[in-house]
């Protein structure tokens, strides 16, 4: 395992947050905070007030009859209030807001450039605004120079434990790297877990399953991750081998995680694709805090 190109997390010391005014991205801004606490780190926290193409069609092309001036304003009050709600819980952490009028995704990931961690919701409120969101978490989790964390509406209750997938890919070996670091920074467990099954190919009887080495070959991919973890973090790491599909087993490992951490693409081709898709399910869905590296 190599950590080149792996983002450099100690570099910025400040988490950068998105917020949409739902309840889902107010928790985001909560748990910045109190990372940002624990880190020594400043947290700037950012709105938009984009328009949509569909509500300036409504006024027309040129976006007639909407005052973006009173959009603004409203925007701004509105981010106020909430920082001020969470930030009164965290007096030492040094923070600051900006709404912005262009897409979510742009500003957010103009902010990443300086970032340590960019955090936002799993939801927006409402269906619309959810579409939306999942868009701007699309774009994040695919190009965001530095690792993305999607915290979830409801948090359980800390088990200073954290769960990294690995499938052998350069992105997954940045994932156990980072979340290594996260490991020893906290005084945490380490697990790093890969998930595999058997192919399948088709016979005149029917389908069968392959006679191949993806058994070997899984618990190949999983020593060497755990081995390079405990080149970081020492002790205090084990590996989980899991049969099966590979979105249910890690949300169901995130139940009892602190963080799920994962590289934002697979292996190659229509694998790094799958594996794409596997980290925007989990971190949709994850119990906890999900991590996307890449």
């Known amino acids: 395992m190599t950590s080149t190109g792996a983002y450099d997390s100690a570099l910025h010391r400040r988490l950068v947050v998105g917020f ?3 309840d889902s991205s107010l928790g985001a801004i909560d748990w910045a905070a109190k990372e940002a606490e624990a880190r020594g780190a400043s947290v700037r926290v950012v709105s938009s007030y984009s ?3 569909v509500i300036d069609f409504g006024s027309g092309a040129t976006g007639t009859g909407v005052d973006m001036t009173d959009i603004a304003t409203w925007c701004l009050d509105r981010l106020e209030t909430a920082t001020a709600k969470v930030f009164e819980q965290y007096p030492g952490v040094v ?7 262009e897409s979510p995704a742009m500003a957010l990931l103009r ?3 300086e970032a340590d961690l960019v955090v936002v919701g799993s939801s927006g409120a409402g ?3 959810r579409f939306l969101l999942g868009s701007v978490t699309g774009s994040l989790l ?3 120079p530095c690792p993305v964390v999607v915290v979830p509406e409801q948090l359980h209750a800390p088990t200073s434990r954290i769960v990294v997938g690995t499938d052998g890919s350069e992105h997954a070996d940045h994932a156990v790297r980072w979340a290594a670091d996260e490991a020893a920074r906290r005084g945490a467990d380490l697990v790093v877990a890969h998930v595999w099954k058997y192919g399948y190919h088709l016979t005149m009887g029917g389908i069968d399953r392959a006679d191949d080495f993806t058994p070997v070959d899984a618990e190949l991919i999983l020593d060497q991750a755990v081995e390079a973890a405990r080149e970081v973090l020492g002790g205090g790491v084990s590996g989980e081998l899991i049969e099966g599909n590979e979105a249910d087993s890690l949300l169901e490992l995130s139940t009892t995680a602190d963080l799920l951490v994962l590289g934002s693409r697979g292996r190659g081709g229509f694998r790094a694709m799958l594996f794409g898709s596997i980290a925007s399910a989990a971190a949709t869905h994850s119990s906890c805090p999900t991590v996307v590296v890449r």
């Open 20 to 22: 949409d005014g739902s």
């Open 51 to 53: 328009m949509e193409p």
């Open 95 to 101: 923070h600051d807001i900006e709404a912005v009028r």
């Open 111 to 113: 902010e990443a450039k």
């Open 142 to 144: 695919a190009s965001c």
């Open 127 to 129: 269906a619309i605004t």
